[in-house]
């Protein structure tokens, strides 16, 4: 790039994280590489730095700036997280809020134009610092996602987000992206009128140039869009919003999106207009809380960085059931070349279809789609196994037949392939028995649906590879998934707290009390689902089963620990979600009234006396898992729970919320139990 000695340009020389140039043509190139950091991250250094490169350019202003990347990683994730730890105090927020809110107003303001060239992922305040723009132009990419996520964290886009997005794009949209933190790619944010132009990045640059230098007027909503954004109307259009948001969250759990409706509607975006709007949320446990799990995933994603690989291997998965044709769907759509391996074609061909559903779904370039539906390939024979980097067993539960596979594997596979299983219950050491190098065998354990869980545990015991595991965890990670390191016992993490949980859920059935009570009481809690409902749609033949499993791996006796309720429907083949009847009746994968059950908790505090009593035993078994090293500490119980239950989150993990509660942990079910006594005999 031919560049010109201007007064910003030399101030650049003393900047560590901005870069910038000036080409012939009088265009000013700020790039923004944290080099620290793996994404870029707005950090008060940075924009201290991006306010003295401002001051330079009221000194010497280029004919046009645009503001662009230095990492091929993505365009700016945001302001920096870390930051929120030091924020104890409401005037601590409020000064935050208006370092970004000021300064993005203040850089909105400038003479000359300018453009912001998005490539990869554009979030939060990198989203809003494009929005103080004049022109926004996004690199067609499978990376690139534009949103405004900060309500995953229990807070609100104050930077000037919830003011321009509805003037872009229109309140609706803007209100939607907000409240639920989705992110768009950027054909629809070009449709939506999020950016001025969506190219392919070989154009990108000259594009930019073209663009900013164009003199066009800065875009706005127009139409009813423009409309709905006028004072008239926003009492409805914010009504509908909080109607929508109250489906899916109750305010006293998560008082951020029903915050960010307010700014809109009454303050017109301006979250310092009324600072009771902004202190009603960020100094609550819920803000405090979602940051805590935004650490834990961050922690998560870390462990799995050593064994990443540089491109994507081969994966061979041997079973085409629900479990093994969907992780091979989602490897494929992650970019791994996978053969599926099962008895004969027919087995094969409803994972295809599923398969090809999600690539649907989740592809919209024609080229892209037709590429991962050629990276899946049916394999009855198992040529794949030769080749592959990953071998994943996912067929039924039975330690006979799973010795048998793996006896075969061994002897096929390279030395160096990582073999893996996903069972949900048996043990790795006896699974092993049959390998001439034991040591090799790990578990990578995916939950059910595999496209929308997020954990992985990786499981490993005594003897086993620390090559293996680290390669193991490498492996999760490259698919986009969260790596849960856990020893191997009894039902691992998560199905060995759920157990203990769902089978208290079905002991209140067996006393009389309602399924519809028990759920409801559960969902109150903070609970994506409730326990019989979850057991439903698992199954109830495989809640069961895993059950009885985990029980012996314990020394119990099945017969005496297993609820009435549950025996009974399997018995009558009632399986749940799967055959249309089980502690629910289901019409087209859609649950309606409960099949028995007429009694149950009324009040609140009863639905709370009720919810503790389910909650205690999975507090409990965590705690032990804890103890007995299955789980390196509490954090990653927490994170592990969180994750592959979805366990409130606005509670910080199950370990968190007792120990916050009930002044640290220990003998959970017995203040539990106290606690129901208590409301007994209070009402």
């Avoid at 350019?57 to 302001?79: C, E, H, M, R």
């Avoid at 990198?126 to 004049?134: F, I, P, Q, T, V």
């Avoid at 807070?155 to 872009?168: D, N, Q, T």
């Avoid at 489906?247 to 310092?272: C, M, Q």
Wanted: net charge positive.
């Amino acid at each position: 790039m031919t560049t010109e000695n201007t007064a910003a340009t030399a101030s650049s020389q003393a900047m560590r994280f901005w870069s910038l140039e000036t080409c012939t043509k009088g265009i000013a190139w700020a790039s923004l590489d944290v080099k620290e950091a793996s994404l870029n991250k707005l950090s008060a250094e940075v924009l201290e730095e991006f306010r003295k490169m401002l001051d330079a350019f009221d000194t010497a202003p280029p004919k046009a700036l645009v503001i662009q990347s230095g990492k091929a990683s993505g365009f700016i994730a945001g302001a920096d997280i870390e930051e929120f730890k030091s924020l104890d105090s409401a005037q601590k927020v409020q000064g935050l809020i208006a370092r970004g809110w000021h300064l993005f107003n203040r850089f909105a303001k400038v003479p000359y134009p300018t453009l912001a060239l998005i490539r990869g992922v554009c979030l939060g305040g990198g989203l809003e610092l494009s929005l103080a723009c004049r022109y926004r132009i996004a690199v067609d990419q499978p990376s690139t996602k534009l949103g405004l996520p900060e309500v995953m964290l229990g807070i609100l886009p104050g930077w000037g987000g919830m003011k321009r997005l509805p003037e872009l794009v229109g309140p609706q949209m803007a209100l939607d992206m907000m409240l639920t933190g989705k992110t768009i790619d950027a054909r629809r944010a070009k449709k939506a009128g999020l950016v001025d132009l969506a190219v392919a990045e070989r154009v990108a640059r000259l594009s930019a140039e073209k663009l900013v230098l164009s003199g066009q007027p800065k875009a706005r909503a127009t139409g009813i869009k423009a409309l709905l954004n006028q004072p008239l109307f926003r009492p409805l259009v914010a009504r509908m919003a909080r109607k929508q948001a109250m489906a899916k969250a109750r305010p006293e759990n998560y008082p951020a999106p029903f915050a960010i409706i307010d700014t809109w509607e009454k303050a017109d975006g301006d979250s310092l207009r009324d600072p009771s709007l902004l202190n009603g949320i960020v100094t609550t446990p819920t803000a405090l809380n979602l940051v805590r799990v935004f650490f834990l995933q961050e922690r998560l994603k870390g462990i799995g960085k050593a064994g990443r690989s540089t491109e994507k291997g081969h994966l061979h998965v041997v079973g085409a059931g629900t479990m093994g044709g969907d992780i091979a769907a989602w490897a494929a759509l992650r970019g791994f070349q996978v053969t599926l391996q099962d008895q004969d074609l027919s087995r094969i061909a409803p994972a295809f279809a599923r398969a090809h559903s999600l690539f649907a779904r989740r592809i919209r370039d024609p080229y892209l789609l037709k590429q991962a539906k050629d990276r899946l390939q049916a394999d009855p024979a198992g040529h794949g196994i030769r080749k592959a980097s990953v071998v994943i067993e996912a067929i039924f539960e039975n330690l006979e037949a799973k010795q048998a596979l793996f006896r075969r594997l061994e002897a096929e596979a390279p030395r160096n392939t990582i073999l893996a299983t996903n069972t949900s219950s048996l043990k790795l050491e006896d699974i092993r028995e049959c390998l001439r190098e034991p040591e090799r065998l790990v578990g990578i354990h995916f939950f059910n649906p595999v496209a929308q869980m997020p954990l992985v545990e990786v499981i490993h015991a005594q003897g086993t590879r620390e090559n293996c595991l680290m390669a193991a965890t490498g492996f999760v990670r490259d698919l986009d998934k969260l790596p849960l390191p856990v020893k191997s016992a009894p039902g691992f993490l998560v199905n060995a707290v759920l157990a203990p949980y769902m089978l208290a859920a079905m002991r209140k059935l067996d006393e009389g009390v309602s399924a519809a009570s028990i759920d409801r009481a559960m969902t109150r809690f903070g609970m994506p689902m409730g326990p019989l409902e979850l057991a439903d749609t698992v199954g109830l033949d495989i809640a069961l089963a895993a059950g009885s499993t985990i029980a012996q791996a314990r020394g119990e006796d099945p017969s005496q620990t297993v609820p009435r309720c549950l025996k009974a429907r399997v018995d009558a083949k009632q399986l749940g979600k799967k055959t249309g009847q089980g502690f629910y009746t289901w019409k087209e994968g859609k649950r309606m009234e409960a099949a028995s059950g007429n009694s149950g908790a009324s009040s609140g505090r009863d639905q709370e006396a009720l919810a503790l009593s389910l909650i205690a035993p999975l507090v409990t078994a965590a705690e032990e898992l804890v103890r007995q090293g299955v789980v390196d500490d509490t954090d990653l119980a927490d994170a592990g729970i969180i994750f592959g239950t979805g366990f409130a989150p606005f509670r910080g993990g199950p370990l968190h919320w007792w120990s916050s509660q009930h002044g640290g942990l220990g003998k959970a079910e017995e203040k539990s139990n106290a606690a129901a006594a208590a409301t007994a005999n209070a009402s």
